[in-house]
């Protein structure tokens, strides 16, 4: 069966001055799926992030979303196709509760300019029930009081909150302990039970291999290979990460996963 991918990246490159941050990258997620993007410091995933984020423009090649070629020119075209990021950093504020954080730069105003507060509440009430979200004790707690896997549940909600199709997480376990770190993969993978494209950067292979239907490796800047989860193991990713070992890449998960 050929499914056709939400976002599809082809041949990008880009570069900073004498330095070639990727080389011909190919990438690709489909509906319902979490693909991990893994490679060791200096491979090349942030910026490849960035250039689907709308922070970095390609120097060369193609990015298609819904099978259209798409020219995204910043974070607000990004959104408006129903790209949403969330960084390690979470882009939180802390002297804000959940429900202003929620709708932070997006507020719900009556004719007169004053907030409505209720539909806010319901809808960050709503939002948190469906990605099943339930260790926040109260939407108007200070983001400042969450645990670390309280405020990722936080920013993953306010990504999908705005009929985003696909979300992109960057370490989003990082610096969370073990609870807090199954919390935060159960959420993600919800997002892929919802019919929502994940990407999910991570180093930690075990969470990879929680989560991640496919697994892309970069290194120095280049595509090594599309593995399939279930048919590939932690140690050929372990060598394909460090050793750049030729595989061969599939389009889709049906016939992904190669052997390095």
């Known amino acids: 069966m050929n499914v056709k991918p939400l976002l599809e990246l082809r041949g990008i490159t880009k570069s900073f001055g004498s330095v070639q941050a990727l080389s011909d990258v190919d990438f690709e997620v489909l ?12 491979a090349g995933k ?4 960035k250039c689907v984020a709308g922070t970095h423009s390609p120097d060369s090649g193609e990015i298609l979303f819904e099978g259209k070629e798409v020219h995204i020119h910043g974070p607000k075209d990004a959104a408006k196709l129903g790209i949403e990021v969330v960084y390690q950093d979470l882009a939180l504020c802390d002297n804000l509760d959940v429900v202003q954080n929620m709708y932070l730069g997006r507020e719900v105003h009556d004719r007169l300019q004053r ?60 610096a969370l302990g073990v609870a807090q770190t199954e919390q935060v993969l159960a959420l993600v993978r919800r997002l892929a039970e919802q019919g929502l ?20 490796v970069l290194r120095l800047g ?21 050793s750049g070992a030729p595989v061969s890449i599939s389009g889709t998960p049906e016939t992904a996963g190669a052997t390095p």
């Open 197 to 216: 494209a994940v990407v999910i950067i991570s180093h930690n292979l075990h969470d990879v291999f929680e989560t991640a239907t496919r697994i892309t």
């Open 46 to 49: 942030s910026t490849l992030v």
């Open 222 to 242: 280049r595509t090594v290979g599309i593995f399939e989860r279930a048919k590939t193991t932690q140690q050929e990713i372990v060598q394909a990460i460090t």
């Open 31 to 42: 509906d319902g799926e979490v693909m991990a993007l893994v490679g060791d410091n200096g």
């Open 115 to 174: 907030l409505k507060e209720p539909i806010m509440e319901q809808k960050t009430a709503e939002t948190l029930k469906s990605l099943a979200v339930t260790t926040i004790n109260s939407i108007r707690q200070p983001v400042a009081t969450l645990s670390g896997g309280q405020r990722q549940s936080v920013a993953v909600a306010k990504a999908v909150q705005w009929n985003s199709k696909l979300v992109i997480l960057d370490e989003p376990t990082a």
